[in-house]
Nanobody
Framework: QVQLVESGGGLVQAGGSLRLSCAAS????????MGWFRQAPGKEREFVTA????????YYADSVKGRFTISRDNAKNTVYLQMNSLKPEDTAVYYC??????????????????????WGQGTQVTVSS
């Protein structure tokens, strides 16, 4: 398994922006499909976005499409989540996840938590109204 460490969370006003980072250990980062999930209080963890191994393919939940952008830098073993036009309903703990499976990024499989082998500890994002 790969170790994942998220950073960049915090408190922001509605309409603001945040950039999350997820640093991965190991030498095979470019072999992982990477995803971001989030979990709000009292709710199940939900899929946010995913990116393929090369970074060419991305997939977003409808709730964040057009506002969030996922990217990766394989040379730095890091995946990013740029979040713009934040809303109070985006408040949650955001988790980075890695999958060693060859999942097609634009598929229902990439949205499932069970598709991922490794998880970070999460970073809190709070959006005030």
């Amino acid at each position: 398994q790969v170790q994942l460490v998220e950073s960049g969370g915090g408190l922001v006003q509605a309409g603001g922006s945040l950039r999350l980072s997820c640093a991965a250990s190991g030498r095979t980062f470019n072999s992982y499909v990477m995803g971001w999930f989030r979990q709000a209080p009292g709710k199940e963890r939900e899929f946010v976005t995913a990116i393929g191994r090369s970074g060419a393919a991305t997939y977003y939940a409808d709730s964040v499409k057009g506002r969030f952008t996922i990217s990766r830098d394989n040379a730095k073993n890091t995946v990013y989540l740029q979040m713009n036009s934040l809303k109070p309903e985006d408040t949650a703990v955001y988790y980075c996840a890695a999958s060693t499976r060859p999942i097609p990024v634009a598929s229902a499989t990439v949205r499932g938590r069970r598709s991922y082998d490794s998880w970070g500890q999460g970073t809190q994002v709070t959006v005030s109204s």
